[in-house]
T-cell receptor, first 112, second 113 residues
Framework: SQQGEEDPQALSIQEGENATMNCSYK?????LQWYRQNSGRGLVHLIL?????REKHSGRLRVTLDTSKKSSSLLITASRAADTASYFC????????????FGEGTQLTVNP | EPEVTQTPSHQVTQMGQEVILRCVPI?????FYWYRQILGQKVEFLVS????????KSEIFDDQFSVERPDGSNFTLKIRSTKLEDSAMYFC???????????FGQGTRLTVV
């Protein structure tokens, strides 16, 4: 297994529903970040949660972090078709310096 | 809103040729990065750069790779002798501080033929 694994790999929901994506990691972290990537495009930073935080909100996004389980979840409420994208978690390790270690990503499809 | 810009958006090159990928990070950022994403795979860290020197590099970043900040605005990644397996999307990123959010460019799709 590798650092930053997301599940599910793919998620298809209807507009208006909530989408939950999970991420697990292996080593101790400084922070965990979620990014979004539209097909063939760059990565857009969504939210950062530090290792001493348990929950964070930003608009329709809610992120939780459980360092005891080495896991995080991203909840998108009231999803829209425009939320269709790949979502990645990325960790900054306590000892890994500056690098972001990305997971495999969850492909979210929101159907109108 | 400030953004990271990368050029070119797509580059096709012959195997064995040298390529230079260019990036203009956000102006007040101090940390610069290169990542790559092979088609269908996860985003992988290549190198980070701070204070005009490499601060960290991955095992992928071997002797055929180099980075440079030739002036106050550009940040480049050079691949000296490209291989087929170098075909990927290359992303430049920058951040204000080392552990804060990174802002990514739109990427350069490198195709080695």
């Amino acid at each position: 297994s590798q650092q930053g694994e997301e599940d599910p790999q793919a998620l298809s929901i209807q507009e208006g529903e909530n989408a939950t994506m999970n991420c697990s990691y292996k080593t101790s972290i400084n922070n965990l970040q979620w990014y979004r990537q539209n097909s063939g495009r760059g990565l857009v930073h969504l939210i950062l949660i530090r290792s001493n935080e348990r929950e964070k909100h930003s608009g329709r996004l809610r992120v939780t972090l459980d360092t005891s389980k080495k896991s995080s979840s991203l909840l998108i409420t009231a999803s829209r078709a425009a939320d269709t994208a790949s979502y990645f978690c990325a960790t900054v390790g306590e000892t890994s310096g500056s690098r972001l270690t990305f997971g495999e990503g969850t492909q979210l499809t929101v159907n109108p | 809103e400030p953004e990271v810009t990368q050029t070119p958006s797509h580059q096709v090159t012959q195997m064995g040729q040298e390529v230079i990928l260019r990036c203009v990070p956000i102006s007040n950022h101090l940390y610069f990065y290169w990542y790559r994403q092979i088609l269908g795979q996860k985003v992988e860290f290549l190198v980070s750069f701070y204070n005009n020197e490499i601060s960290e590099k991955s095992e992928i970043f071997d002797d055929q790779f180099s980075v440079e900040r030739p002036d106050g605005s550009n940040f480049t990644l050079k691949i000296r002798s490209t291989k087929l397996e170098d075909s990927a999307m290359y992303f430049c990123a920058s951040s204000e501080e080392v552990t804060l959010e990174a802002f990514f460019g739109q990427g350069t799709r490198l195709t080695v033929v």
